[in-house]
């Protein structure tokens, strides 16, 4: 079965340091999204993506964030200055053509900022 | 993908009860809902959803119920079995958009034998 992978799985940075989050989602997927999820807190949006740029991001995507698709296969998250607060698991999600296509989500990487 | 926090509500069922989690919604605009379960280490995982056109869907073993008047959902898991424990999560989202998902604060299951 087809299914979204995440490298790191864990990723330990020093606060300032740039981190980029790496993404592989199902192959035949065209909508991809990050979401993050803050310890002992709910699942939040952070961008979504399609056609090659942004359709939607949320008020936690400011200016230290970004993505890209470098190529047919992978999706990145980039964070250009780590802050404390950025610790967090980070999700990348993928889904179909349809609006009610499910979104399935990747392992997570685990983003640890010192 | 750990979900926890002591802020997390938790449900304790035994083993082959019936379980029942609930969840209400923010959005009236919201069109579509899903539960994901989310174990330790993992990131969601995709269980059932629902369209608003409907009020009910049954899986295997799970049920939904969408109730629009008072934006509620629940999610129903027939007898209950050691390997649902997990945290599940409702999401929300509208159609018309690129469908972003907006969680739920989340519940957690423990089932004991």
């Known amino acids: 079965e087809p299914e979204v992978t995440q490298t790191p799985s864990h990723q330990v940075t020093q606060m300032g340091q740039e981190v980029i989050l790496h993404c592989v989602p199902i192959?035949?997927?065209?909508?991809f999204y990050w979401y993050r999820q803050i310890l002992g807190q709910k699942v939040e949006f952070l961008v979504s993506f399609y056609n090659n740029e942004i359709s939607e991001k949320s008020e936690i995507f400011d200016d230290q964030f970004s993505v890209e698709r470098p190529d047919g296969s992978n999706f990145t998250l980039k964070i250009r200055s780590t802050k404390l607060e950025d610790s967090a698991m980070y999700f990348c999600?993928?889904?179909?053509?349809?609006?009610?296509?499910?979104?399935?989500f990747g392992p997570g990487t685990r983003l640890t900022v010192l | 993908g750990e979900s926890v926090g002591l802020h997390l509500p938790t449900l304790s069922v035994q083993e082959g009860d019936n379980s029942i989690i609930n969840c209400a919604y923010s959005n009236s605009a919201s069109d579509y809902f899903i539960w994901y379960k989310q174990e330790s280490g993992k990131g969601p995982q995709f269980i059932i959803d629902i369209r608003s056109n409907m009020d009910k869907r049954q899986g295997q073993r799970v049920t939904v119920l969408l109730n629009k008047t008072v934006k509620h959902l629940s999610l129903q898991i027939a007898a209950t079995q050691p390997g649902d424990s997990a945290v599940y999560f409702c999401?929300?989202?509208?159609?018309?958009?690129?469908?972003?998902?907006?969680f739920g604060t989340g519940t957690r299951l423990q089932v004991t034998l």
């Open positions: 999401a929300e989202t509208n159609t018309g958009t690129a469908s972003k998902l907006t």
């Open positions: 999600a993928s889904r179909g053509t349809y609006s009610t296509d499910t979104q399935y």
């Open positions: 192959s035949n997927h065209l909508y």
